[in-house]
């Protein structure tokens, strides 16, 4: 059974950073593309980032360019996405999962407030 | 970036009844391989999305024949028939041909 379970998702103030994580387990992660996909509170969905097999080909939304770092640890199958300088607006439940979103974790939620 | 447009966004639809999405792209979906990545995608209150069709037209397992993906190009639909109360929530349509994928608005389907 596939199972994708991020953490790390909590409170913080404009200008903060945090650090989510998603544990994957069940499929073959270092042979996936993986992504972060997020969802603003009663909005729609939106790609925020994706990582290659490697971990060496990375790609962004916009809006989160040079403030969001996505990487990856093959050995421990794990994705974590670094956000820094946040916004209001960054605030949502971010998911993980593979690029092809044939698989979903419950998400976690990031609110940036102050 | 492709700009993804669905309609309509609301839906009321008796059960039993067939309803019909539809969903527009702002540019050609098909990629160099021919293949049109649009995917489809349903998200019931409360649940991570799920999803259920892929390259337009490809039923994921587990997803019901009542679900049928049809389009290329630009213009895509998705159908449900015989509509049942667990198919209520909000379907998305997405693109994967031209990063940054990007998602249409959503359209939300209620029990009339």
């Known amino acids: 059974e596939v199972q994708l379970v991020e953490s790390g998702g909590g409170l913080v103030q404009p200008g903060g950073s945090l650090r989510l994580s998603c544990a994957a387990s069940g499929l073959t992660f270092s042979r996936l593309w993986m992504a972060w996909v997020r969802q603003a509170p009663g909005k729609g969905l939106e790609w925020v980032a994706i990582i290659n097999q490697a971990g060496d080909e990375k790609s962004y939304v916009d809006s989160v360019r040079g403030r969001f770092i996505i990487d990856r640890d093959n050995a421990q199958n794990s994705l974590s996405l670094h956000m820094t300088s946040l916004r209001v607006e960054d605030t949502a439940i971010y998911y993980c999962?593979?690029?092809?979103?044939?698989?979903w974790g419950r998400g976690t939620l990031v609110t940036v407030s102050s | 970036d492709v700009v993804m447009t669905q309609s309509p966004l609301s839906l009321p639809v008796a059960l039993g009844q067939s309803a019909s999405i539809s969903c527009r792209s702002s540019?050609?979906?098909?990629?160099?391989?021919?293949?049109?990545?649009l995917n489809w995608f349903h998200q019931r209150p409360g649940e991570s999305p799920r999803r259920l069709i892929s390259q337009a037209s490809k039923r994921d397992s587990g997803v019901p024949d009542r679900f049928s993906g049809s389009g290329s190009g630009t213009d895509f639909t998705l159908r449900i028939s015989r509509v049942e109360a667990g198919d209520v929530g909000v379907y998305y349509c997405?693109?994967?041909?031209?990063?940054?994928?990007?998602f249409g608005q959503g359209t939300k389907v209620e029990i009339k």
């Open positions: 997405m693109q994967g041909t031209d990063w940054p994928w990007t």
């Open positions: 999962g593979p690029s092809s979103l044939d698989y």
């Open positions: 540019q050609s979906l098909v990629y160099s391989d021919g293949i049109s990545y």
